[in-house]
């Protein structure tokens, strides 16, 4: 009883001195301090101070949400503290409030290094910023940049693009509604009497295969079309930015569709008691491999003007390379390159050790392996590293 008073206490003093800091902070940018009290509005007014999208605001209070109903599902308040505080931490939005805290300094007049502490020691720095003589819109030698901050402008920009057309929501609504047919429908879910998500994850592989294509394949090839690239490239922004704030924005993207599938978690653990390791799992493969996918679609894009083209490509790709175990596949191939050997062994053989659907299956048992993880993480940094050298060529010559 006496650490929980405890607790409660520092809770309440943090509580006041964070909202003691905003107050100034907000007085300071010219706007009412009272707007400090106002949760998640506060935190809208605090991006839009900063200059950064306000909406992002609303991205974290969805992630937060289902996050904490995640880690309450899966039982984390009977975990041992310290692991509580490890999964409870939020490590996965660190690089936001790095550019937060950076485009933070600019905005009042202060340094790179100042803006590494308020990232680091944020109730030290923000102290600082607040009671000190801090002057917002005061530039810093005209306002220092920092690692990373053309690729989260372009990562924002290509991000808000989704939502500023129907398409986006028509995207989000297909696969919400193709992936609950196909697991309640097609693989009868309820008839199984199972209480686990293995009918929902076993549909994923050949649902990103027609998905994640059409993501990708407006992201180089709409710049080709409408002749931007050649705009965008006469700016100082490197080449690898660009294609990792474009990727970045899409794989957000593609999160998002899959954080919306949290009801199908919320169902499971209604109808009984699943293994949580599996669920857990199974979700980072499946956004693994919508990395994967996505790197190969950024390639074909880049490669082509035409976006049907560039999808049509990207399925082929993405079909092979998905179901190069399968036995259909296997006997197709081996019409084609049975005869080839590699290393004494049969090319057939050894490319199905690259099937992307085996790898994303070994990952659904529960339990992560090296392999599986180095497989994907290769995957998508081979396939980005082909786009990023294409659109180099493209630049210089």
């Known amino acids: 009883m006496a650490l929980f008073i405890a607790v409660a206490v520092i809770y309440l003093l943090l509580s006041i001195y964070f909202i003691a800091i905003f107050w100034k902070i907000f007085k300071k940018a010219g706007k009412s301090g009272w707007l400090s009290l106002i949760p998640i509005y506060n935190g809208y007014v605090f991006f839009k101070i900063n200059s950064l999208p306000g909406w992002w605001v609303i991205l974290l209070t969805i992630w937060s949400i289902f996050r904490n109903l995640f880690l309450f599902i899966i039982g984390v308040h009977h975990m041992p503290p310290s692991l509580q505080i490890v999964l409870s931490f939020g490590w996965e939005i660190l690089p936001l409030w790095y550019f937060v805290a950076m485009e933070t300094a600019r905005n009042f007049g202060k340094s790179r290094l100042f803006g590494i502490g308020l990232f680091l020691l944020a109730p030290v720095f923000y102290g600082i910023l607040a009671f000190g003589r ?59 009497r199972q209480a686990d998500m293995t009918a929902f994850f076993m549909n994923l592989p050949l649902l990103f295969i027609l998905i994640v294509p059409a993501t990708s394949m407006r992201l180089w090839a709409e710049e080709r079309k409408v002749g931007s690239i050649e705009l965008l490239f006469t700016l100082p922004v490197k080449v690898t930015q660009a294609v990792l704030g474009k990727f970045f924005a899409a794989w957000l993207f593609l999160a998002i569709a899959l954080t919306l599938t949290f009801p199908m978690i919320i169902t499971v653990c209604y109808l009984g008691e699943p293994d949580v390791g599996p669920i857990v799992t199974g979700y980072l493969g499946s956004f693994l491999m919508a990395g994967g996918y996505l790197a190969i679609g950024c390639f074909f894009s880049a490669i082509s003007k035409n976006q049907v083209i560039a999808f049509v490509l990207s399925v082929v790709a993405c079909a092979i390379l ?55 993480l290769l995957l998508i940094v081979g396939w980005i590293a082909a786009c990023t050298f294409i659109l180099y060529n493209r630049k210089t010559s």
């Open 322 to 376: 998905g179901y190069s175990d399968a036995p259909s596949s296997q006997k197709i191939l081996n019409d084609f390159f049975g005869s080839i050997l590699v290393g004494g062994i049969r090319f057939v053989s050894q490319f199905a050790q690259f099937s992307v659907r085996g790898h994303f299956e070994s990952m659904l048992r529960g339990v992560l392996e090296f392999r599986d993880i180095t497989y994907f």
């Open 134 to 192: 801090a002057v917002y819109g005061q530039a810093h030698k005209g306002r220092f940049e920092y690692p990373g901050r053309i690729l989260m402008t372009i990562f924002n920009r290509e991000l808000q693009s989704y939502f500023t057309t129907p398409l986006a929501y028509v995207f989000l609504i297909v696969f919400l509604v193709a992936s609950a047919h196909y697991t309640f429908v097609v693989r009868h879910f309820f008839e199984i």
